[in-house]
């Protein structure tokens, strides 16, 4: 399975931007998608997931309310809709397919206040 997460810029405090992360190969379809973070000098934090259905979601409660996590399954993509940003949501952004070692590169998301 090869993820590839993109979409992230610079953005100022109360913003929004969506992450994307897309899954290509075999069975790619059938593994739920997870989104973590890293900040400068933290360890990677969970952020969201949804089920391989799309049906159930999953999120940190430091973004629960702000972000919502969606599927795409037509073209296995998997977004991440972030709303009311803060400057501590400042960190690079990775998708992964859970339960299994297949990550994405990050994508780096600043905000400014």
């Known amino acids: 399975v090869q993820l590839q997460a993109y979409g992230g810029g610079l953005v100022q405090a109360g913003d929004s931007l969506t992450l994307s992360c897309a899954a290509s190969?075999?069975?790619?379809?059938?593994?739920?998608v997870g989104w973590s973070r890293q900040a400068p000098g933290k360890e990677r934090e969970f952020v969201a997931a949804t089920t391989w259905s799309g049906r159930n979601s999953y999120y940190a409660d430091s973004v629960k309310g702000r972000f919502t996590i969606s599927r795409d399954s037509a073209d296995n993509t998997v977004y991440l809709q972030m709303n009311s940003l803060k400057p501590e949501d400042t960190a690079v952004y990775y998708c992964?397919?859970?339960?299994?070692?297949?990550w994405g590169q990050g994508t780096l998301v600043t905000v400014s206040s």
């Open positions: 190969g075999r069975d790619a379809s059938n593994y739920g």
């Open positions: 992964n397919a859970l339960g299994t070692g297949f």
